[in-house]
């Protein structure tokens, strides 16, 4: 699958592509070589954007990945292992690659790896640059 940087965790590109082949990248190749289990889509931002991971990935206890946030910047979830993003248009059932004018938004929101400790009971997150 897709890979950051050396050193960095496992992210798919933000095109809907697979990094560095300008192949497309489909929900069942992801599904074969990442997850092995059930796929989750999320719509976690409010650009239409779904965020595509294994859905049992924190109980089978994957690498942590990266936070999601909400409007004040507090982490409220965490995705575990794989994951990309990809297009989803207002009112139809398919996903797609993302717009050229959203590429730029994720690539910045996603391109730092983040590690995660417990401290105190609480998931602490901190961004690697």
């Not at 940087?5 to 070589?33: C, V």
């Not at 089978?60 to 910047?73: A, H, I, K, M, V």
């Not at 590690?115 to 609480?122: D, S």
């Amino acid at each position: 699958m897709c890979k950051g940087e050396a050193g960095h965790k496992n992210f798919a590109d933000y095109t809907g592509q697979r990094a560095g082949t300008g192949r497309d990248l489909r929900i069942s190749e992801f599904h074969a070589e990442n997850s092995r289990g059930p796929i989750q889509i999320l719509y976690p931002f409010q650009d239409p954007v779904a965020l595509i991971c294994h859905e049992e990935g924190k109980l089978l206890r994957l690498p942590l990945n990266r936070s999601l946030r909400d409007q004040t910047g507090k982490i409220y979830d965490v995705i575990a292992g794989t994951f990309f993003l990809c297009d989803s248009p207002p009112d139809t059932d398919h996903l797609d690659s993302i717009p050229e004018e959203l590429i730029s938004k994720y690539r910045n929101r996603f391109a730092s790896p983040e590690i995660f400790i417990r401290l105190n009971g609480r998931i602490v997150c901190i961004l690697v640059r």
